[in-house]
């Protein structure tokens, strides 16, 4: 199966401090995704990238930002955490192209809490 | 307005019996329904996945696809305690951009 790590799996930040969430993945995938989850919401997603250089805005990139150096990594960034952005961030790659019936992989996801 | 909406909200069946789970895209262009299961504390794992009219059947697991109404349903029969989960649908209609519902809470009761 398809393997999608991500790190920390827990973080605790500081209003108004600087989070980075990482993303690997090994499957050669083009297509990586960063959605959040809450309690009522389901998954929505944040940003997304075709391919290492690219990044796309998603439905809610606001507060947000994302980087894809290379096939294999995808990071989250959040320049200034704030409480609002406490969540469970999930990353997941894919050959989906809207042509095909490709799935997406999930990593486990990370718990950010901003205080 | 969301663009794929699942209903029940929550759902609630004895062990042993079916459960119906909802989805409509709002978008004429749909070609693609997945559907998800996600346990609780856990990531998401696709379940199944339909393009064409009709149905698709995998063990206890059949999905229904309509595509002039935009709807898909999942039913799943004998239903079990460990097929308690957040089922989510999601549709292709954006291309790469790959957009869930808010999902369905199915509690089996035994």
């Known amino acids: 199966e398809a393997a999608v790590t991500q790190s920390p799996r827990n973080k605790v930040a500081v209003t108004g401090g600087k989070v980075t969430l990482s993303c690997n993945q090994t499957?050669?995938?083009?297509?990586m995704y960063w959605y959040r989850q809450d309690t009522g919401h389901g998954l929505r997603l944040i940003h997304y990238s075709y391919g290492a250089g690219s990044t796309e805005k998603g439905d809610i990139p606001d507060g947000y930002k994302a980087s894809r150096p290379s096939q294999e990594n995808f990071s989250l960034i959040l320049e200034l955490a704030t409480p609002s952005q406490t969540s469970v961030y999930f990353c997941?790659?894919?050959?989906?192209?809207?042509?095909?019936?490709?799935?997406?992989?999930f990593g486990h996801g990370t718990k950010l809490s901003v205080l | 307005q969301q663009k794929v909406q699942q209903s029940p909200e929550s759902l609630i069946v004895p062990e042993g019996g079916m459960a119906s789970l909802n989805c409509t895209s709002s978008?004429?262009?749909?070609?693609y329904f997945w559907w998800y299961r996600q346990h609780s504390g856990k990531s998401p794992k696709m379940l199944m996945?339909?393009?064409?009219?009709g149905e698709k059947e995998e063990g206890r697991f059949t999905v229904h696809l309509n595509k002039a109404s935009l709807h898909t349903s999942l039913h799943i029969r004998d239903s079990q305690p460990s097929d308690s989960a957040l089922y989510l649908c999601a549709d292709d209609t954006n291309a790469y951009k790959v957009i869930f519902g808010k999902g369905t809470h199915l509690h089996v009761l035994p």
């Open positions: 978008d004429r262009n749909v070609d």
């Open positions: 499957n050669n995938h083009n297509n």
């Open positions: 996945s339909i393009f064409s009219n």
């Open positions: 997941a790659s894919g050959d989906v192209t809207g042509a095909s019936n490709e799935r997406l992989f």
